[in-house]
């Protein structure tokens, strides 16, 4: 079956470190890969994503790559601001249905 | 602008009651879905649609109906059968299944709270 793990929260972080957030997957066929954030009471927003093996999306200073061989897609920034502080989805979808992971919780302290 | 719109923002019931949330898009989007959100909680799929006057339950529904009788409306009905309906409503579109970049577009979401 299809499925997403998602590194466990929350994280706390200084401003200006640097941010990993693991995600890995399970799917069957070629699953295109998301990453959304949630700020708080507020919908779900598409932060970047990846179609194929070896792409790699980006936004706002983040950043993910489509690893196939480790079927990973890890979120990463080189510099968090106090503004990023949210909840983070990692996602798949094959087509038809869309699975999600647990979401991450990340605060930024000035 | 196109989005998805919920509404109310805030709902508040009683014990007994059902009750009706409100999803709308204007994205042209085939495909259209439904959340429920529990603190600290991931997103679990209740119902979703693949295309007008069609629609298939997810894992949690149980207590929740839809309809899909316009392609921009998707209504939630949360009935009295739901335990435990206190929760976070998120309702989602997307393009349609089998097209490339399927991502999903979220709407503000409804809180919903019972008395």
């Known amino acids: 079956g299809n499925s997403v793990t998602q590194m466990e929260g929350p994280v706390t972080l200084s401003e200006e470190a640097f941010l990993t957030i693991n995600c890995t997957y399970t799917a069957t066929g070629y699953p295109s890969l998301f990453w959304y954030v949630q700020y708080p009471g507020e919908g779900l927003q598409l932060l970047l994503k990846?179609?194929?093996?070896?792409d790699k999306g980006s936004n706002k200073g983040f950043e993910a790559t489509y690893r196939k061989e480790t079927t990973s897609f890890h979120l990463e920034k080189g510099s968090v601001q106090v503004s990023d502080s949210a909840v983070y989805f990692c996602a798949l979808t094959t087509g038809n249905q869309f699975y999600f992971g647990t979401g991450t919780s990340l605060t930024v302290i000035p | 602008d196109g989005g998805i719109t919920q509404s109310p923002k805030y709902l508040f019931r009683k014990e007994g009651q059902n009750v009706t949330l409100s999803c709308e898009q204007n994205l042209n989007h085939d495909a259209m879905y439904w959340y429920r959100q529990d603190p600290g909680q991931g997103l679990r799929l209740i119902y979703y649609s693949q295309i007008v006057n069609d629609f298939q339950k997810g894992d949690i529904a149980e207590g929740y109906s839809v309809s899909r009788e316009k392609k921009e409306s998707f209504p939630l009905t949360v009935t009295s059968a739901q335990k435990n309906p206190t929760a976070f409503y998120l309702c989602?579109?997307?393009?349609?299944?089998?097209?490339?970049?399927?991502?999903?577009?979220f709407g503000p979401g409804t809180r919903l709270t019972v008395l």
């Open positions: 990846a179609t194929k093996a070896d």
């Open positions: 989602a579109s997307s393009i349609g299944p089998g097209r490339a970049y399927n991502e999903q577009f």
